[in-house]
C-alpha cells in the first residue's frame, strides 16, 4: 500500500511538473468576422420593427456603457463616440452608419410577435438564415450594425476618431435620417453600411417623383352594334421599379395599350392592372367593345400580337400568361375620344430606362414605371413613378409623360408630388478615389461601382450635409426582407477586412 502511494505522488508531481513545462495556451482572441457574427447574434435576440426600435437602442446604449464610450440619443438615433487610438489623433474623423430596425415578415402560419421576440438565426455552410427559414433575418441592417460595434469593441485595429450613427426607420421611410439634428455629424466622411452586394461600392442612388393622370370619365350607352371582350395578361414576372428596371421585364399595363393603340374603334369599358407605382405592372385586365364586324379580325389580332410578345419576353418573363374571353356587352363604356385618350396615353408614355448612365455601365440614368391603373367612382388613375440621378431629367420625364396624354387639351389632368432627392456624388471625389485604391491593395481586384434605383439614407444625409464625403458597402445578403434571406459568411470577413484598410489608413485621406 506504501508503495502504491508512493508511486502515485510521484506521478501527479511528474504530471504537475509537466503542465509547468507546457502551460495550456491562452485563449485566442476573436478574429473579425467571429466578433461581428457574435455581435450580429446578440442584435437579433433584439426585437426591432421599424419603428419599434426602443429594445435596440437600450442595447446599444448599455453596449456603450460597458466600454466608457459617449453615447447620446439624438431624435431616436443612437450616436456613440470612440477616440483615437495612439499615434491617430490627427487623422480625419468617420462617420460609420448603419440602420437599427429591420423589415418583419413571417413564414404563412408561423406565429411570432416582432415586439417582443427576437429572430432564432442559424449557420449553414457559408450562409447565416432564419431558423426553419421561418422569419426574415435581419441581415439589412443588423449586419450592418454589428461590424461597427465590433469596430468599437476592438482594442487593436489603428483608427481616428470615429463617431458611430445607428439610424431608425430606414425601411419605411427614412424617418431617423429626417429626423437627424442639423450639423450633429462632424466628420468629414461617412461611410453606409447598408449595401448588399459584396465586391461592390454603391455610388449613387436615385432621386423621383410621383405623377398621376387623371381623367374624368363620362360613361355612355354601349353601342348595339359592338362586342364585348375581356382581355388579361399576367404571371408577367414584374420587380423593383428601380432595381429591376433595367432588366428588360415586360409592364402589363403597358404590353396591352400598345396592341389596342394599333386597332380601330376600340372603346373602353375597364382598365385596370398594376399594384403599385413603385413595381413594375404584372397584371392587367380590360373590358373592351369592337365592332361586331371587326370581331374576327381583333381576335386573330390579339392572338398574334401576343404571341410574339410572349416569345419576345420568354427569357424575362417565363410564365407570361395572355387571354381573350368574349363576355356579355355591358351597360356602358367610354365614349371614342376618351378611350382613344387612355389608350395612347399609356402606350406613348415612357416606360422602363429613358436614359442610360453615362458613368456606370447597367444603370440607368432616367427611368419611368406606370405601377397602378384604374377607373373607380368615375375618374380614371394612372400612377408614374420617374426615378433619376439628376433633376433636371426628371422634370424632363415628367414633361413626356403629360405631351404623352395631351394634358390641357384631352380632358387629361396631371399632378406632380412625393418628390425626393437623389444621391449623384462625381466619381473624382477623394473618399470614392481613396475607396477604390484601398480595396486593390487589399483584394488585388477592383471593386465594381454600382448605381441604383432605389434609395438609401445618403440621400438625405447629401441633402442636409451638402459637403460630406459619403460611399456604401456590406457583405452579400439575399432575398431581404424575405424568410429566405441569408447573409454570406465570406462576405463579412471581406466587409470587415475593407472596412479596416480604410481606417487604418485614413491618414491619407484628405479634403
Not at 417623383?209 to 374624368?216: E, G, H, K
Not at 433619376?388 to 406632380?416: C, K, L, Q, Y
Request: proline share 5%.
Amino acid at each position: 500500500m506504501r508503495k502504491l502511494f508512493v508511486l502515485c505522488s510521484m506521478l501527479l508531481l511528474l504530471s504537475a511538473c509537466q503542465k509547468e513545462d507546457n502551460p495550456m495556451p491562452p485563449p485566442q482572441p476573436e478574429t473579425g468576422t467571429e466578433a461581428v457574427l457574435k455581435f450580429f447574434k446578440e442584435i437579433n435576440a433584439v426585437p426591432r420593427p421599424s419603428k419599434h426600435e426602443d429594445k435596440i437602442r437600450d442595447y446599444l446604449s448599455a453596449f456603450a456603457a460597458e466600454r466608457n464610450l459617449l453615447c447620446i440619443n439624438d431624435n431616436g438615433n443612437i450616436i456613440i463616440y470612440k477616440d483615437a487610438t495612439a499615434g491617430m489623433e490627427d487623422a480625419p474623423s468617420v462617420c460609420l452608419q448603419s440602420h437599427m430596425d429591420m423589415v418583419c415578415v413571417a413564414a404563412e402560419g408561423y406565429e411570432i410577435d416582432f415586439l417582443t421576440q427576437g429572430i432564432e438565426q442559424e449557420v449553414d455552410g457559408d450562409v447565416i438564415h432564419s431558423k426553419g427559414y421561418k422569419t426574415s433575418l435581419g441581415a439589412d441592417d443588423g449586419i450592418g450594425v454589428a461590424t461597427v460595434l465590433a469596430l468599437l469593441d476592438n482594442k487593436t485595429i489603428a483608427h481616428g476618431p470615429l463617431e458611430c450613427l445607428f439610424t431608425w426607420d430606414e425601411e419605411t421611410g427614412f424617418g431617423g435620417a429626417i429626423a437627424l439634428t442639423p450639423g450633429i455629424i462632424k466628420s468629414p466622411y461617412l461611410f453606409n453600411i447598408d449595401w448588399e452586394q459584396g465586391g461592390e461600392m454603391c455610388i449613387g442612388t436615385s432621386g423621383g417623383l410621383c405623377v398621376d393622370i387623371t381623367l374624368n370619365t363620362s360613361p355612355q350607352v354601349a353601342p348595339s352594334t359592338y362586342v364585348a371582350y375581356q382581355l388579361e395578361v399576367n404571371r408577367l414576372t414584374g420587380g423593383h421599379s428601380g432595381v429591376d428596371i433595367t432588366e428588360g421585364h415586360a409592364n402589363a399595363i403597358v404590353l396591352l395599350a400598345r396592341f389596342l393603340s394599333e386597332q380601330d374603334h376600340v372603346l373602353l369599358a375597364d382598365y385596370t392592372g398594376g399594384k403599385a407605382a413603385n413595381a413594375i405592372a404584372a397584371n392587367v385586365s380590360a373590358t373592351v367593345l369592337v365592332p361586331q364586324a371587326d370581331k374576327e379580325a381583333f381576335e386573330n389580332a390579339y392572338n398574334t400580337y401576343m404571341a410574339e410578345m410572349k416569345k419576345h419576353h420568354s427569357t424575362k418573363d417565363p410564365d407570361m400568361y395572355y387571354g381573350i374571353q368574349p363576355l356579355d356587352r355591358p351597360a356602358t363604356c367610354l365614349d371614342v375620344a376618351q378611350s382613344k385618350t387612355i389608350i395612347e396615353g399609356l402606350a406613348k408614355a415612357p416606360q422602363d430606362v429613358i436614359e442610360w448612365s453615362w458613368e456606370v455601365n447597367g444603370a440607368f440614368e432616367t427611368s419611368d414605371n406606370v405601377g397602378w391603373v384604374a377607373i373607380q367612382d368615375g375618374v380614371f388613375t394612372a400612377k408614374y413613378l420617374i426615378r433619376g440621378f439628376h433633376e433636371p431629367n426628371i422634370a424632363d420625364a415628367a414633361g413626356m409623360i403629360e405631351t404623352a396624354w395631351n394634358v390641357g387639351t384631352s380632358g387629361a389632368e396631371s399632378r406632380r408630388f412625393g418628390s425626393f432627392s437623389a444621391w449623384s456624388p462625381e466619381l473624382t471625389t477623394p473618399v470614392l478615389i481613396y475607396a477604390q485604391a484601398a480595396y486593390q491593395k487589399t483584394f488585388d481586384k477592383p471593386i465594381v461601382l454600382r448605381k441604383i434605383g432605389a434609395g438609401l439614407e445618403l440621400s438625405e444625409f447629401a441633402r442636409t450635409y451638402p459637403d460630406l464625403q459619403c460611399l456604401s458597402f456590406g457583405p452579400t445578403i439575399h432575398n431581404p426582407h424575405s424568410v429566405i434571406e441569408c447573409v454570406e459568411i465570406p462576405s463579412v470577413e471581406e466587409t470587415w477586412q475593407f472596412l479596416i484598410a480604410l481606417i487604418q489608413d485614413i491618414k491619407n485621406l484628405s479634403k
